[in-house]
C-alpha cells in the first residue's frame, strides 16, 4: 500500500495550492460548513478498517500487529473493486469502551467505519454504539459482508431450485458475528422465522436456555418458535438449507437427516464444515468460502459495492434495506447465467461492485438515510423550507 497525491507538485503554484496558502481558504469554508469536508478533503471517498486483532480471520487473537496485514489486504480491495480509499487501523486495546472512544475521535478523518476481525459478542455492542454516536456508516463486514453475500447465493440457489423463502427450513450452524447477521439478514429477506433455526457450541438456541449472551437472547426470539432443542442432528432433522459459519465439522448422521436435494454452504475457511464431496450427497447445490472449489461466498463480492453507493450518497448509516439491496444486487448480476456450480459471481467479476453501488444508494435514499440525493442535490436542501 501507498499514499499518492491527485494533483502534481511541479511549481511554486502548485505547492501554494496545494498547501499554504490555498489550503487555508478551504480550512475557513469547512469551518463554516464542516459538510463541505466530504466534496473538498478525502473524507467522502475514505473508510477506517479497524480492527483490535481479537478474531484475525482463523487465526484468533492474535493481537493488532499480526493484524496488520489482513487490514492491508481489505484496503487494497476497497481500493481495487470500488475506487474507496482505506486506511487500516490496528488499535493495541481490547476494551469496548477505549475501542469506541478512540473510533469516535478518529471519526472526522473518515466518511465511513469498517469494522474487522472483532471478536463476538464484543462486536456487536461495539458496533451498535459507534452507529448510533457517528452520522456516517458503520459496518462489522465480518457480520454483515457475509450476511449479504449468503444472502444472495441463497436467492438464486433457490431459484435454481424453484424454491422460495417462505417455505424453506433453514439451520445456521455458528451463532458469532457471521451466524447472528445471516439469522437477521434472512429474516429481513423473507424467510420465516419460525422455519428458521441457530445452533452454537452447545446446541440449538432457544428462548428456554439459561446460557444465551444478550445477541444470542434475541436470536432466540426470532427464530426457531417451536422450540427445539438438542443439538446439531436435531436441527437439521427435515431442514433444506444449511449454513455453516462456526468452524466446526458436521457429520453425515446429521446430515441423513436433511430433506434431499436442498442446498448447503460450508463457509468456514481453510476447512469447510462439510467438504463438498461429502455435501454433494446430500444437497443438490453446495457452497464453500474457498477459491479452489466452486461458489465461492466471498466477502469481497459486498464490502467495495455497499460502501462505495453509502459514499456516493453521503449514508448517515447503513440500513437492512441497503443490504438487502446489495444482496439483490448481486444475485442478479449472474441471473441469467445460472448453474448449481455458479450461483454467485466471480470476485473478479467487473459488474458487481458498481451494480451494489447503485443499488445501495437507491436504498439509502428510498431509507431516507441519504444526504446527497440522485440527482446530486443534497439531502437538506429537497426538505420543505
Known amino acids: 500500500m501507498a499514499i499518492a497525491a491527485t494533483v502534481p507538485l511541479a511549481s511554486r503554484d502548485d505547492l501554494s495550492l496545494a498547501y499554504t496558502p490555498g489550503v487555508a481558504r478551504v480550512c475557513e469554508a469547512i469551518a463554516a460548513d464542516p459538510a463541505l469536508a466530504d466534496d473538498y478533503t478525502w473524507t467522502g471517498n475514505t473508510v477506517a478498517v479497524v480492527t483490535d486483532g481479537t478474531a484475525v480471520l482463523g487465526l484468533g487473537n492474535i493481537g493488532p500487529r499480526a493484524a496488520m496485514p489482513v487490514m492491508e489486504g481489505k484496503a487494497v480491495l476497497f481500493k481495487q473493486f470500488g475506487g474507496v480509499d482505506a486506511v487500516p487501523i490496528c488499535l493495541d486495546t481490547q476494551d469496548v469502551d477505549e475501542l469506541i472512544a478512540v473510533v469516535k475521535a478518529l471519526a472526522p478523518s473518515f466518511g465511513g467505519i469498517n469494522l474487522e476481525d472483532i471478536s463476538a459478542p464484543r462486536c456487536f455492542e461495539i458496533e451498535r454504539r459507534l452507529d448510533a454516536a457517528l452520522d456516517i456508516p458503520v459496518f462489522h463486514d465480518d457480520q454483515h ?10 436467492r438464486n440457489a433457490t431459484k435454481l431450485l424453484g424454491r422460495s423463502f417462505a417455505d424453506l427450513r433453514v439451520v445456521i450452524s455458528g451463532a ?7 439469522a437477521k439478514v434472512l429474516v429481513a429477506a423473507g424467510v420465516p422465522g419460525a422455519n428458521l433455526i ?8 432457544h428462548a428456554e436456555r439459561t446460557d444465551l449472551n444478550p445477541a444470542k437472547a434475541e436470536l432466540a426470539a426470532l427464530t426457531n418458535f417451536s422450540g427445539r432443542s438438542g443439538g446439531i442432528g436435531e436441527a437439521l432433522i427435515g431442514a433444506d438449507v444449511l449454513i455453516g459459519v ?3 465439522t458436521i457429520g453425515e448422521e446429521a446430515l441423513a437427516g436433511m430433506s434431499r436435494g436442498g442446498i448447503i454452504f460450508g463457509l468456514a475457511n481453510p476447512t469447510p464444515e462439510v467438504l463438498p464431496h461429502v455435501a454433494h450427497k446430500y444437497a443438490a447445490i453446495v457452497a464453500t468460502g474457498r477459491s479452489d472449489f466452486p461458489n465461492q461466498i466471498n466477502n469481497v463480492l459486498a464490502f467495495p459495492g455497499i460502501f462505495r ?5 453521503r449514508a448517515t448509516t447503513v440500513t437492512e434495506g441497503m ?5 439483490e444486487a448481486i444475485a442478479e448480476v449472474v441471473a441469467d447465467e445460472l448453474r448449481p456450480d455458479a450461483i454467485v459471481p466471480s470476485p473478479l467479476d467487473p459488474r458487481v461492485a458498481p451494480a451494489v453501488a447503485a443499488a445501495v444508494a437507491a436504498a439509502a435514499e ?9 440527482t446530486g442535490i443534497e439531502q437538506v436542501a429537497a426538505q420543505p423550507v
Open 246 to 248: 462456526s468452524g466446526g
Open 198 to 205: 441457530v445452533c452454537d457450541s452447545r446446541g440449538i438456541v
Open 145 to 154: 459482508g457475509t450476511a449479504v453475500v449468503v444472502l444472495a447465493a441463497l
Open 309 to 313: 453507493g453509502a459514499l456516493d450518497a
Open 323 to 327: 443490504k438487502v439491496a446489495a444482496a
Open 176 to 182: 458469532g458475528a457471521a451466524g447472528v447477521a445471516i
Open 366 to 374: 428510498r431509507d431516507g438515510v441519504a444526504r446527497r440525493l440522485s
